[in-house]
């Protein structure tokens, strides 16, 4: 089992950039497939990007596509989520998650280990 805790949250103007991070600790990190979501008040949860054991693969929202890159430093057991042009419609709590499941997963319920989430706010 691995435990996440999201960092890097905050509030930005809109074209602005923001980096997130889920700092991982337990026995195992490169075991698990890590992704992104987001959920916004009044929404459900959404699945913003994922990455592979080893980073070999990832993959994104089409609504973020472009814009946001997911990476992973396995040997600091910490998951990155770069987020530029940012709009008022990423404004959501975002979560990090982990699967045991190789490849990138974009199905919350393939997650079995999730953060409290970090909040960000795009705003001008």
């Known amino acids: 089992q691995v435990q996440l805790v999201e960092s890097g949250g905050g509030l930005v103007q809109p074209g602005g950039s923001l980096r997130l991070s889920c700092a991982a600790s337990?026995?195992?990190?490169?075991?698990?497939?890590m992704g992104w979501f987001r959920q916004a008040p009044g929404k459900e949860r959404e699945f913003v990007g994922a990455?592979?054991?080893?980073?070999?693969?990832?993959t994104y929202a089409d609504s973020v596509k472009g814009r946001f890159t997911i990476s992973r430093d396995n040997a600091k057991k910490t998951l990155f989520l770069q987020m530029n042009s940012l709009k008022p419609e990423d404004t959501a709590v975002y979560y990090c998650?982990?699967?045991?499941?190789?490849?990138?997963?974009?199905?919350?319920?393939?997650?079995?280990?999730w953060g409290q989430g970090t909040q960000v706010t795009v705003s001008s």
């Open positions: 998650a982990a699967s045991p499941r190789n490849g990138a997963i974009g199905v919350p319920n393939e997650y079995t280990n």
């Open positions: 337990g026995r195992t990190f490169s075991g698990y497939t």
């Open positions: 990455i592979s054991w080893i980073g070999s693969f990832a």
